[in-house]
């Protein structure tokens, strides 16, 4: 099993930046690919950006890949999600979550009920 804990969220005006964290611990980490996805109040989950398990392939959802940067660490068991530019329709509870797959650089579905562990979250808000 993977326990998941993401941190860095916060309150911050449109325009600005934070960067989450998202700790993982039990099984090898480096067997996982790692999403961040986000869910708004009174909306669907939605995939924000996976990053493969060695870390040389990423993919992003559009309204994000300009503005968002996925990033990870092995040797510390870190997955990071840098924002920014920030905008208030990115206001969400933002997680991560880890897809067993098998290739060094294979991208994992981006839908969330593929991936098998997930935090509990980290509240992110954007004011206008």
């Known amino acids: 099993q993977v326990q998941l804990v993401e941190s860095g969220g916060g309150l911050v005006q449109t325009g600005g930046s934070l960067r989450l964290s998202c700790a993982a611990s039990?099984?090898?980490?480096?067997?996982?690919?790692m999403g961040w996805f986000r869910q708004a109040p009174g909306k669907e989950r939605e995939f924000v950006a996976v990053?493969?398990?060695?870390?040389?392939?990423?993919a992003y959802a559009d309204s994000m890949k300009d503005r968002f940067t996925i990033s990870r660490d092995n040797v510390k068991n870190m997955v990071y999600l840098q924002m920014n530019s920030l905008k208030p329709e990115d206001t969400a509870v933002y997680y991560c979550a880890a897809n067993r797959v098998i290739g060094l650089e294979i991208l994992p579905s981006r839908l969330g009920r593929l991936y098998d562990y997930w935090g509990q979250g980290t509240q992110v808000t954007v004011s206008s």
């Open positions: 039990g099984e090898t980490f480096s067997r996982y690919a």
């Open positions: 990053i493969s398990r060695r870390g040389g392939t990423t």
